[in-house]
């Protein structure tokens, strides 16, 4: 091969490598927000309409100095409740007070309520202690395989259960109880025990863990997200699953794996209306 032609061809794999950069700096830097809207009987009176603006999978990252425009965006949102679905923090970087911060200032914006991620689990017994005690204290409430109720008119019941308690007797546990007709909400951090919040009979489940699949193709979806392997099958979204309807979201950051392609971090929001699921 001629030196100019080489010459050439290396220019030309040099100017697509520089056009790319702004494109993948889009894809893991714009935030977008979703609207899902979950139908169910059991939301009447006040709960028509309220809405639940979830953060999952932060990972520490912020948008913005103080994470001004996340939390701009969840202002935006004008929730009637905001839930943490896990990896606030990463435990291959544990700073605590950069995670406890940004959960302090969406506290602000709404009723707060958070759930434990894989990576909050990896830290020692006494960091995560120590993390939960200061999330309290910011204005967060910590769910820990338990439920509370809301009085909103009708009122619902929001359980939260550890990212590895999803799939055991806990859950089923926590719903043995429940009035008949109440709406029950779970927070749970990951969307593989899909079938296991099935038949506990859980209305609503709001998780994240899956990161999207990482990279996105149209027509395909995610291509991997741990727990589920190659091309998993709960990434983004909606998903009915007989009588419990679970809402994944693509979360906010990034951990071990630090790029995402068609999969932009992401802040979600659920209308409840009422009417047939």
Known sequence: MKKATIAVLAAAGTAAAAASVPYFYRQNTDLTASHYVFRSPKVKGA????????VSDLHNRQYGRDNCRLLALAE???PDLLVITG???????????KALDSAARLAKLAPCYYVNGNHE???????????????????VTVLRNEAVVLGLGEGFRLLGVDCSQGRTETLRELMRDRPAGELNILLSHKPHYAKYYEQAGVDLVLAGH??????????????FAPGQGPLPKYTAGMYRLGNTVMCVSRGLGNSSFPLRIENKPELVTVTLRGGIK
């Open 47 to 54: 709960l028509e309409g309220f809405r639940i603006t979830q």
């Open 76 to 78: 935006a949102q004008l």
């Open 87 to 97: 990896d606030l923090t990463d435990s291959y970087h544990t700073d605590l007070d």
């Open 210 to 223: 899956a990161h999207g699949g990482q990279w996105r193709l149209p027509g395909v979806g995610g291509l």
């Open 121 to 139: 689990q990896r830290m020692s017994r006494e960091r995560q202690e120590e993390f939960y005690r200061r999330l309290e204290q910011a204005g």
